[in-house]
T-cell receptor, first 113, second 114 residues
């Protein structure tokens, strides 16, 4: 069952531009996480935001969380070609899934130079 | 390097054959997970082990079995492979509850069943 759903499915931008991708989820959560997956590789954990936080930064990444709208956004500023990857949000469905995360289908970001 | 190691990286099976996918982590993590990734479907949870000695079914457990051999190792077995099991399989681990710490993923096993 899909908990998080990313939007858009695909995004193409130029180097130096900002990239914004969104995640909507269905049930209450404890935390929300974002992951990156480069082509042919495993996922890499980027950032975790707790349900009582509204915004979090890590380098060029900015994540926001709006629990009233059940949505989160990931902003990558000053994008680089190396940011080309798929990005996934993941949640825990408020504990109903035990200790396992449920992933969305991802946003594919392409950054061209 | 510390992390999650999956073997093999690639495998081709004939329908009906069996195989075991191996996963080992050296980070002293408590919880381990198996996901499959199919185009357009994202990652779907097959089985997980919240701690040594326990295993639980995920969203798509049919056709699979798992063994938490010890704290380090968590294997996934396909008893009678089917073409529908063609996928990329990822193992992941986490220190405690995934919701609090996030996952460390292996590099995946790309399985083709013909």
């Amino acid at each position: 069952s899909q908990q998080g759903e990313e939007d858009p499915q695909a995004l193409s931008i130029q180097e130096g531009e900002n990239a914004t991708m969104n995640c909507s989820y269905k049930t209450s959560i404890n935390n929300l996480q974002w992951y990156r997956q480069n082509s042919g590789r495993g996922l890499v954990h980027l950032i975790l935001i707790r349900s009582n936080e509204r915004e979090k930064h890590s380098g060029r990444l900015r994540v926001t969380l709006d629990t009233s709208k059940k949505s989160s956004s990931l902003l990558i500023t000053a994008s680089r070609a190396a940011d080309t990857a798929s990005y996934f949000c993941a949640t825990d469905a408020g504990g109903q899934a035990g200790t396992a995360l449920i992933f969305g289908k991802g946003t594919t970001l392409s950054v061209s130079s | 390097n510390a992390g999650v190691t999956q073997t093999p990286k690639f495998q081709v099976l004939k329908t009906g054959q069996s195989m075991t996918l191996q996963c080992a982590q050296d980070m002293n993590h408590n919880s381990m997970y198996w996901y499959r990734q199919d185009p357009g479907m994202g990652l779907r949870l097959i089985y997980y082990s919240a701690s040594e000695g326990t295993t639980d079914k995920g969203e798509v457990p049919n056709g699979y079995n798992v063994s938490r051999l010890n704290k380090r190792e968590f294997s996934l077995r396909l008893e009678s492979a089917a073409p529908s099991q063609t996928s990329v399989y990822f193992c992941a681990s986490t220190k405690g509850r995934a919701v609090n710490y996030g996952y460390t993923f292996g590099s995946g096993t790309r399985l083709t069943v013909v």
